[in-house]
């Protein structure tokens, strides 16, 4: 049985949340190492005490690993899960942080025998990105999903449990399936809302430079994640396009009912229906 | 000429927008009134030192003003505003803060000649209600739409912009309609939209109790005002109709057009879309 303290540990991936999950785990493990395109990247990373050493050399960077963390845009991780078996040693864990969990766990089930593999999600973000971005800080407190692959072993998913644990997050055992289908609802509709809203903005409004002027808190906060890194969001819109698809279609309903009993001026419906909405709202962010 | 420093001020109305300018006007004019239904809500309001006294007769609290201030949700101003004249001194300026302006505005014009009247709306707000909200650093920073009605004199107009500029906001004067126009898609549609992502999750995922743990900062932010208060929203829908309808459909246009490209996997497509949305969006909040 491995246990995260005498674990060293390699992040691939140095963006927000790579760089964020090297400077909360340092200290807990035996080291982080950060595997980054850029020597830069790398760089800024060991200056911000983020990572213990780094390499661009990715075989160099997960030889001697215990877990190796693919911390990249989703479709990056479906890629690197397919070449880096061979490079792993004996028992090594592979873990993920992509937002999108079906087809990375099919492809974990797929790594040689010799590697073991367990998907994560941690539910967290800023609409920043990039190692300037990274905060030990950003999972203390929140939900972090783990979706097991067929072949998990409950010692490497104790191995994930005890990473979860050591960063401040919560941990959630979920099916891939399930959460692709809740977090098509929970954030990524959310996305593409806010993405819809500012189109909507700069097609009809925004050539009034008043507009400029008064847009406020409401539209801010409303529109906040599409400002949400493009390379990222396009990687798990393209992995979950069938629950996006039935999510927004969902939502489209719920908008042209609410629209109606605004242009009818059906008052009583109305209030029933916002007052609901309010509610549940209240019940979910207490 | 009358100035804001010589002014009797009161506030009919002690929520969160009339509380919060009773805050921010006190010791910067003669007095400051505030008129509620409610005698807790007065006594709070003083407590609080948001006002130097109140009164739940309106006839009582407005025959002395300089300035009265309708502080309600928009129908209940256009009530009071049909209501409140022969109540008021000569030269008298009502102001108000509804959050539509063509209706109340069109009212102030059919005020008794004895009386000013210009529309007010400030830009700030809070999904929290109430007297117990109230803060009077609400304003400061933010945009304060004025409305000039048909009558509205230059005194009067000067009045209302001292007011503005002493509680620490921007004035910015816009004709009623066209404010009607941009609050429509700026406010009113970011609030539907949060309503029908509130509404959509608890049709679909809310049955799974898994989705209130894993529900996170972007849907917290999508959704946050969908937690304003009904009745105040309720008010803007409704003085509203034409042109929440005709924002709502513009943004139905938008979402169908980004989920159709995710559907049809046309990358390069969505990735120039979503690349314009996040460029306009840091570009409106730098």
Request: net charge negative; charged share 20%.
């Amino acid at each position: 049985l491995k246990h995260l303290i005498d674990s060293h540990i390699t992040i691939v991936g140095l963006g927000l949340m790579g760089g964020s999950l090297g400077g909360a785990l340092r200290g807990q493990c035996q080291s982080v190492a950060g595997v980054s395109r850029k020597a830069e990247t790398i760089e800024a990373a060991m200056a911000c005490g983020l990572v213990d050493w780094g390499t661009t050399e990715l075989a160099e960077g997960v030889r001697q690993a215990d877990m190796v963390v693919l911390a990249g845009p989703v479709r990056v991780i479906g890629r690197q899960l397919a070449e880096i078996g061979p490079l792993l040693k004996e028992g090594c864990v592979v873990f993920d942080l992509g937002s999108t969990k079906a087809r990375v766990v099919k492809h974990m089930d797929a790594l040689p025998p010799h590697v073991q593999a367990i998907g994560g999600h941690p539910m967290c973000g800023k609409e920043t990105s990039g190692i300037r971005a990274a905060d030990p800080e950003l999972y203390r407190g929140r939900s972090f999903i783990l979706c097991p692959a067929l072949r998990t072993s409950p010692s490497s998913l104790g191995l994930a449990l005890e990473l979860v644990q050591a960063i401040g997050a919560t941990p959630l055992i979920i099916e891939p399936e399930r959460q692709d289908f809740l977090v098509a609802t929970l954030s990524h509709l959310p996305y593409m809302l806010a993405c819809a809203l500012v189109s909507t903005a700069d097609a009809t409004t925004s050539p009034d430079p008043m507009a400029w002027k008064i847009v406020a808190g409401g539209f801010r906060d409303t529109s906040r994640v599409s400002a949400s890194d493009v390379t990222m969001m396009l990687d798990i819109l393209m992995t979950n396009q069938a629950n996006v698809r039935d999510a927004v279609n969902a939502c489209i309903t719920h908008l042209q009912s609410l629209v109606r009993l605004v242009e009818a001026g059906d008052e009583e419906a109305l209030r029933a229906a916002l007052t609901k909405i309010r509610a549940t709202r209240l019940e979910m962010f207490p």
